[in-house]
């Protein structure tokens, strides 16, 4: 029995990631679980994209997949790591981040294309 193989992620996932690691931030700072709710007591500590990315989806690649980098990871594997990441934190704190679809991602790199613009 041969195991199938997937591409690695393509360019619009690992931006779909990086847009849905800065919505888990902000989700998670709205609903008043800084990174010391969630990971270390004792100091208020609010979430950016680079530490959901670091604390809470790196932790689970690598134990899911035992790949360190998200470079590595194939197509299937980003839905599977989402998933599993996904159902933790809907069951520990009650909130749900959609992964962005590709209209979330063309209307960020419109608003952003506009930003630059005015500068």
Known sequence: M???TYPRRTAQQNRA????????????????LD???????????????KSVKEYLWRPVQ????AKDS???????????????????IGQQFGLHVPFP?????????EAERRNEKNY
């Open 35 to 49: 990174m010391r709710k969630t990971l270390k007591p004792g100091v208020e500590i609010p979430w950016s994209s």
């Open 62 to 65: 690598k134990a899911q997949l």
């Open 17 to 32: 990631l990086h847009v849905m690691f800065t919505m888990y931030a902000n989700a998670l700072n709205e609903a008043g």
């Open 70 to 88: 998200t470079t590595e990871l194939t197509t299937v594997e980003i839905d599977e790591v989402f998933d599993t990441l996904n159902k933790h």
């Open 101 to 109: 679809s590709i209209e979330k991602l063309m209307q960020d790199i």
């Open 2 to 4: 041969t195991e199938k």
